[in-house]
């Protein structure tokens, strides 16, 4: 086995496990250390261990694949993830509207997230690092989205394209963390909130049901924002008029997002049965932080399967050109 190929795939697996993101930076950095050594360098395992990059479980794992074994570590891996099946609607997905980059609190660069959506076979990603208040997470002032956005131009191709996007934080009031000139010219904007999540439900309310009337926005991510599971603990709902709330994004062509990641399995089932009633769009989307998590939409589909959500409701089934011709409403 080729040692990169184990050690790349070592670290999409942790991070589709969401393990601890220094295990996963650390096979990365050792796949990017051997890159472009010659194969007795690779071999030669004194100098090789000495290599900035390489620790012990990395050095191993090089050692077994050059051995023509497939890694002890891989295939444990290998293992506790083989038993997710694909379901039906996870097919038909086209896309995921919901990634972020190490331009803010992603783990890698934008080019491994497209090289890892091409590999899941998407036809297109969205790009959609945070905005500038949410400072926790290296949110995108205007100026830096502005830069982005000449990277992202450049990243499409071959059957793949790699959308301009934004995770626009809504704030206390419902507006939008961004300039709205700006927010024009992505071709999708998902809008969450990320504070002060345990407002009264009438105010809680009113700042979702405003962001969604905005006609500035896609997509409404993770709407309660409850954590069920996972190393940052749990964390309980927002409480807000979910009808409310869901009639006005079925009015304003605003997509409920189906959060994939298994510890926030947002909205909880009851939500997306409301969502449904009231007519919604829905958005299958990853909200992947690193070139593993794209994978995760598979939780995200099975759910929306179990829910009863119709593929032609949801927005990431469909093909680019209906996708921007619907995003291009907010122009």
């Known amino acids: 086995m080729d040692p990169r190929e184990a050690l790349d795939e070592i670290a999409t697996l942790l991070e589709r496990e969401r393990s601890s993101r220094y295990k996963s930076k650390a096979f990365r950095a050792a796949s990017d250390a051997i890159s472009g050594l010659t194969d007795a360098e690779v071999r030669d395992a004194a100098s090789l261990r000495r290599r900035k990059g390489i620790g012990d479980s990395t050095f191993a794992v090089i050692q077994e694949a050059l051995a023509g074994k497939t890694p002890s570590y891989l295939e444990d891996l290998r293992e506790r993830a083989g038993g997710q099946r694909a379901s039906q609607l996870r097919k038909q997905l086209r896309g995921d509207l919901h990634s972020h980059s190490e331009w803010s609190d992603g783990l890698t660069s934008i080019d491994l997230m497209v090289d890892a959506g091409r590999a899941l076979g998407h036809e297109y990603l969205a790009l959609t690092d945070h905005s500038p208040r949410l400072r926790v997470a290296n949110g995108l002032s205007p100026e830096r989205l502005r830069a982005q956005l000449k990277v992202v131009a450049a990243m499409s191709g071959d059957g793949f394209t790699l959308l301009s996007g934004i995770e626009v934080d809504i704030l206390e009031d419902g507006g939008l963390d961004q300039e709205p000139d700006l927010l024009r010219e992505l071709d999708v904007v998902v809008a969450s909130a990320h504070s002060k999540l345990r407002m009264e439900r009438a105010p809680m309310t009113r700042r979702l049901v405003a962001a969604v009337s905005s006609g500035r926005m896609d997509v409404l991510g993770h709407v309660t924002g409850r954590l069920v599971e996972g190393s940052r603990g749990t964390r309980p709902p927002s409480t807000f008029d979910a009808k409310a709330v869901f009639a006005a994004c079925a009015q304003h062509d605003v997509a409920v997002e189906i959060n994939s990641r298994p510890e926030r399995q947002d909205p909880p089932d009851d939500l997306i049965a409301i969502a449904l ?55």
């Open 277 to 331: 009633r009231e007519g919604c769009f829905f958005s299958i989307d990853s909200d992947a932080h690193a070139p593993g998590q794209l994978s995760l939409i598979d939780y995200g589909a099975e759910r929306a399967e179990k829910g009863g959500v119709p593929a032609d409701r949801i927005i990431t089934t469909w093909p680019l050109k209906r996708l921007r011709e619907w995003t291009g409403r907010r122009r």
